[in-house]
Structure formats: structure tokens, C-alpha cells
């Protein structure tokens, strides 16, 4: 039997249980570090035994739900290679235009930021090597998501500060950025997740309370007390939350400006705070 058929059959199953068939090639060819061509030619060889056992446990990894990143153990953004696992959220390409927007709207003068809800530092690191005068702080709720992050910014080599913080709760001085993608997908909106996604990503990283506003809310009601004088506030939110997200930080900050903005599929998917 041919590579190719093996992988015909193992695709089709994927596509049964509802995850998506391209996935295997995806992982394959990532853990055999094969170029594209190179993949191609190898499906037209004969399936060794070791051959179906490798596909095999890719395979039944992806048909039990687990995120090709987290097989992998990396997930790329922003140009950079960040470890994740089941600790973090994989990082998404929405989140890549939250942080070209920061980059595209400040300069490299000396800002201090913070990154709420940190995960895989993806957000945090990512500002911290394109702007090395920003003073960067990292929080996170979880112990293990900023152990994670840590790693991440040594093996990067990039300089910033870490804080175990529910929102602000463990952090005090003012921002002149604050930054965040928290969580904000409501509890009853679990159908509109991916099998994947629901299965293996933490769950504290994806839900909140409140339709999924509980965060935004935290975040609006203390910021205030954060924030610079003309410090600016970043924010990433769901698809159907850009009305509601505006008018809470409109409410908390009436002297400022609130834009929402879209992503590149003419979703809204940023809200900005600043002084217009």
C-alpha cells in the first residue's frame, strides 16, 4: 500500500469526527521536517510498518481532540516559535492584528505596558522584542500558564516581568499601555467551539462569566487606577462584543476615546481606549 492511500484513509476518519483532515499531513510533515515537495514524493513510496504506526499515533491524538499545535508542542506567531501545551491557549492569527495595531499606533519611545492574561506570553514577548525600550510586565491568573510564558521569553531572549495577578489584583504603578486578550467567550456559546478546542484548551483561558463579559468589566471598572494619564487600553474581544465592550469602557472613561475595530474578515475583533 502506498503512503498516499494510508493517508486517503486516516483523512477520511478525521473528517468523520469532525476535525480537519489536513491536520495529519500538517503534523507529519512538521515532525519529519519535510518540505512540501519532499512530502509529495514520499506519498508515492510503499507504507512501511513504522510508517502506519507513526500515522497511527498522530492519528488517534487528532481523532481524540488534540490541537495539532499542542502534538507539535509549538505554535508559531508574529514571525516567532512559542512552546504550548496544554497549559496555555494556542495563540490565533486574530491576536497577530491586535499586536500590529499596538506596534502600527506607538512608537519606540520608552512606554511601560502590561499584558493582562498572559498565556504563552505570545502577546507580551512579541512587543517586547519589536520594541526593546517598552518596559513589559506579563500577568496571568495561572501559575502554570506563566511557567510556560517564562519559558518562552528565555528562549526567545526576550526582557520582561512576570506577575501571578487576577487582573489587577496583584499589581500596582500605572501603564501607559494596558493590553489584553482575555477570555470572553460566554458559557453558552460552547457549540460555536471547535471539538478541539473545547477537549484540550484550558477552559479558564476560554470562558468567562457575564455572556462572557466578566473580564472586560473587571478590567474597565480598575483600570483607572492604572493607567497613565494618556496611557491607552488594547483589548481583543469576541465577534458579538464589540457594542457592549464599548460601553463599558465609554462608562469608565468619558474623557477618552473607544474605538471598535475589525479583524480581517470584517469581524469586530479589537476595542481601543485612548485620547483620540
Known amino acids: 500500500m502506498k503512503l498516499a492511500q494510508v493517508f486517503a484513509d486516516l483523512e477520511g476518519k478525521l473528517a468523520a469526527v469532525g476535525e480537519e483532515p489536513e491536520s495529519l499531513a500538517f503534523v507529519y510533515r512538521s515532525l519529519k521536517n519535510l518540505s512540501f515537495t519532499d512530502f509529495i514524493l514520499c506519498l508515492q513510496l510503499d507504507a512501511t510498518e513504522q510508517d502506519v504506526a507513526f500515522l497511527q499515533s498522530i492519528f488517534q491524538q487528532l481523532a481524540a481532540h488534540r490541537p495539532a499545535q499542542y502534538i507539535l508542542g509549538k505554535a508559531d506567531f508574529h514571525g516567532l516559535v512559542f512552546q504550548v501545551d496544554e497549559r496555555v491557549l494556542i495563540p490565533r492569527p486574530e ?29 507580551a514577548i512579541s512587543l517586547a522584542l519589536s ?10 491568573i495561572s501559575a502554570e500558564a506563566l511557567s510556560l510564558a517564562q519559558e518562552n521569553a528565555q528562549n526567545l531572549q526576550a526582557q520582561l516581568n512576570f506577575r501571578l495577578s487576577d487582573v489587577f489584583d496583584n499589581l500596582d504603578g500605572r501603564y501607559d499601555l494596558i493590553v489584553s486578550n482575555p477570555p470572553y467567550i460566554a458559557h453558552d456559546d460552547q457549540e460555536e467551539v471547535g471539538l478541539n478546542v473545547l477537549a484540550s484548551e484550558p477552559h479558564l483561558a476560554l470562558f468567562a462569566d457575564e455572556n462572557g463579559g466578566a473580564i472586560y468589566r473587571k478590567i474597565a471598572e480598575q483600570a483607572s487606577q492604572h493607567l497613565t494619564e ?18 463599558l469602557f465609554a462608562a469608565q472613561f468619558p474623557a477618552k476615546r473607544v474605538r471598535v475595530l475589525q479583524d480581517q474578515f470584517g469581524q469586530d475583533r479589537m476595542v481601543v481606549v485612548d485620547n483620540g
Request: net charge negative; no cysteine; hydrophobic share 35%.
Open 95 to 123: 491576536t497577530e492584528e491586535l499586536v500590529d495595531l499596538i506596534l502600527a499606533e506607538n512608537g519606540a519611545e520608552q512606554l511601560t505596558v502590561l499584558d493582562i492574561g498572559t498565556g504563552s506570553g505570545a502577546i
Open 230 to 247: 494618556r496611557g491607552k487600553i488594547y483589548l481583543e474581544i469576541g465577534y458579538k462584543q464589540g457594542k457592549i465592550v464599548k460601553e
Open 131 to 140: 520594541r526593546p525600550d517598552w518596559q513589559l510586565t506579563a500577568s496571568d
